[in-house]
């Protein structure tokens, strides 16, 4: 179907987040998604609700309204008693955002985070919420500067967004018109490792099948994360510091080999491996190169997953072989991971041959939900050497000579991994990692 935005299907509308809107606030920002404009302050009170009271805990709630404006027609101001949707609104604010805050860390004081629509176009709840935690980030940092708190209680980063199904088509962030004909209405609030906070779909026009939830399920992680790089976005001048990292999933359940990839990734986000996210599964790597065995991994646990993946696949090209080993470099000799008869066989073939030059190469994959899947890759090249040197590094390693005048298994780990395959291909991922998640 034609959108009235012109946007695709899974596409989001334009979102900015303007900080600092109330200057009387402790924390506030205006957001805006499409034509849906909602103010988000944060109030700090030193106390807490009668039923908190000596408990050393804080509080995080929050409220919202409709202004009069908002709508084509004028909407009535809300009373002493809100009408019940404002109501049900303004309970699920305040439980996804408690969802980010430690509230022993916050002590016995009360964040409230008011919620004020000016003008909405559909949506205005999820742009509530995703507003709310900003403005909540900015006044946990005016509390963190001004020393009334000693730790930061933010645990998690949180963002909402809507989808729908309109005439049977799947759609991501629906505007009014779209809400208003949706034969399925959904809500989904997450956190930055993934997981669902608040998960609201409902057969307005008629049910939905599993499929149908699947996709628009994807279609709202896809937006989510665009969302949260906004988030972060506006909290560089004030309170990014505060922020949990991204979660990203590595197709590897070697430790060694998480270890390495935690180290390098470690200050962009927070790396896990496929087991601790549920992956029990193994991969065909059928793929003709080393790219296409890392996509087929990356994209195989990120559909099992939900979440962003990287994975990697390397190996070494020798020039006189056609670039063999290649992709069978752990198995060359037949059985995997067998370093001496593999290192065996590449001598015997490239016994007589001039030609020794040769690469490792390395390449990553990073697979995301509703989004196209990157790859960089990154070389070093050598000298195949015809006796082994040195007793460090595995694989290959005795064999290849690098510029150096060292074979990789005369290096340290650390002078290796630092003009390796892996360490170029793994700059050239921070630069993407820092873009998109």
């Known amino acids: 179907m034609k959108r009235t935005e012109e946007r695709l299907s899974g596409q989001p509308r334009n979102c900015e987040i303007l900080t600092g809107f109330v200057e009387t606030a402790d924390g506030s920002c205006l957001i805006s998604t499409g034509k849906t404009r909602v103010i988000c302050t944060a109030s700090v009170e030193e106390s807490v609700p009668p039923f908190l009271r000596g408990m050393g805990q804080g509080w995080v709630t929050a ?13 009535a101001r809300d009373g002493i008693k809100k009408d019940g949707r404002s109501v049900e609104i303004q309970r ?32 205005t709840r999820t742009a509530s919420i995703t507003g709310a935690y900003v403005a909540l980030v900015l006044a946990v940092d005016k509390l963190m500067k001004r ?6 209680p933010i645990t998690g980063q949180v963002a909402a967004i809507s989808a729908g199904i309109v005439e049977d088509t799947p759609l991501l962030d629906l505007c009014y018109a779209e809400d208003s004909n949706a034969q399925v209405d959904m809500n989904v609030v997450m956190n930055q490792r993934g997981e669902f906070i608040e998960l609201q779909g409902t057969g307005e026009g008629r049910p939905f099948t599993r499929v149908e939830m699947e996709t628009l399920l994807s279609q ?5 994360r665009l969302l949260m790089q906004t988030q972060r976005d506006a909290l560089q001048a004030a309170g990014a510091y505060l922020l949990p990292r991204p979660r990203l999933v590595a197709a590897s359940g070697n430790a060694h080999k998480l270890r ?51 994975a990697d696949d390397s190996g070494l090209a020798v020039e006189a072989l056609g670039g063999a080993p290649g992709v069978f470099s752990a198995r060359y000799a037949g059985e995997h991971g067998n370093d001496q008869a593999n290192n065996a066989l590449l001598l015997a073939n490239m016994k007589g041959e001039a030609d020794r030059r040769c690469k490792f190469v390395c390449a990553m994959a990073l697979a995301l939900p509703g989004d196209e899947t990157r790859v960089v890759q990154g070389e070093c090249p050598g000298i195949l050497l015809d006796e082994a040197r040195g007793s460090h590094g595995f694989g290959y390693d005795p064999l290849f000579l690098y510029e150096n005048g060292q074979s990789f298994a005369q290096m340290s780990e650390q002078e290796k991994n630092k003009i390796s395959h892996r360490a170029r291909a793994a700059e050239e991922m921070k630069k993407l990692l820092r873009q998109v998640l």
């Open 63 to 75: 409220e919202y309204a409709m202004l009069p404006a908002s709508t084509g027609q004028r909407k």
């Open 92 to 123: 699920l604010i305040g439980r996804s955002l408690r969802q980010a805050v430690d509230m022993k860390k916050l002590g016995e004081r009360t964040i409230t985070l008011d919620c004020d629509v000016l003008q909405a176009d559909g949506g």
């Open 147 to 152: 020393g009334l708190l000693t730790e930061n």
């Open 220 to 224: 709202s992680r896809y937006g989510i």
């Open 260 to 310: 390495e990839l935690s180290q390098i990734f470690g200050n962009i986000c927070e790396v896990v491996g496929m087991k601790d996210v549920g992956f029990q599964g193994d991969v065909d790597e059928n793929g003709e190169t080393f790219a296409q065995n890392a996509i087929l991994k990356a994209e195989a646990v990120m559909r099992a997953t939900g979440l962003p993946v990287l």
